[in-house]
């Protein structure tokens, strides 16, 4: 039954904006522009997989968490998403000084790819016991996209300082700088990351407890206990 996020997918894209004249200081702090676009894709369905094939796939046994899960009736899988395209302006420090690097833009996406639901073929769609098992499953997706909604000014406000919190790099070799530059990003967001994870645990946790893995399974007359076996 639990809903499982895997590691965070970075995806960086990096745009260097080449000013041709020199500056007449060295590297001067910027105050970039962030946009916080987030990721919510929509839930699908799979209902071709038996209990035991959903059992193996929840990883029953093979985490702390999981090890917990008594019998996965069902399963919400989805990946946490974070996306940016990043725009820094190289300059150059004087006639003969290294060149320098600001950022000036910077559009991140973050949240959840589609969350895929698993429910047994053990169980026909539209039946008491199908829908029992959707109506728990389904509280898992929306609890990952209420908890985005509320902690997307949060996240924001985490980037901003975060940004604000990194030294201009500069260097004599543009590759060189690009990378420097990817590296500080994906730690900010790394970061960020692992923060959002662990609040979500918890909003999963008050979902997955003994009380609510026994009131899907008594529900219908019990026929999902019948049908399903750890």
Same mark, same amino acid.
């Given at each position: ?13 990096? =745009?260097? #904006?080449?000013?041709?004249?020199? /500056? !007449?200081?060295?590297? @001067?702090? $910027?105050?970039?522009?962030? *946009? ?36 996965? =009736?069902? #399963?919400?899988?989805?990946?946490? /998403? !974070?996306?940016?395209? @990043?725009? $820094?302006?190289?300059?150059? *420090? ?137």
């Amino acid at each position: 039954m639990s809903a499982y996020a895997a590691p965070v997918t970075l995806l960086i894209a990096l =745009l260097l #904006l080449s000013a041709p004249a020199a /500056m !007449a200081r060295g590297c @001067l702090a $910027a105050t970039p522009i962030v *946009t916080l676009e987030p990721l919510s894709g929509s839930a699908n369905i799979d209902n071709s997989k038996s209990q035991r094939a959903i059992q193996s796939l929840s990883g029953v046994g093979q985490s702390s968490h999981a090890a917990r899960i008594p019998m996965a =009736l069902g #399963l919400t899988l989805t990946q946490v /998403m !974070a996306t940016s395209r @990043l725009t $820094a302006k190289i300059e150059q *420090t004087g006639w003969a000084g290294p060149k320098c690097a600001t950022v000036q833009a910077l559009t991140i996406g973050f949240g959840f790819a589609p969350h895929m639901i698993y429910i047994p073929n053990e169980f026909t769609p539209n039946t008491c016991a199908y829908n029992a098992i959707y109506s728990h499953e389904i509280q898992h997706v929306e609890t990952d996209l209420n908890l985005l909604k509320s902690r997307l000014t949060t996240i924001k406000s985490k980037v901003i300082a975060g940004l604000a919190g990194l030294p201009p790099v500069s260097g004599d070799d543009e590759t060189a700088i690009q990378k420097t530059m990817k590296d500080q990003l994906e730690r900010l967001l790394t970061q960020i990351q692992a923060d959002f994870t662990r609040e979500r645990q918890l909003a999963q946790a008050r979902i997955d407890n003994p009380n609510e893995y026994a009131r899907v399974g008594n529900s219908c007359g019990g026929i999902i206990k019948q049908l399903a076996r750890p």
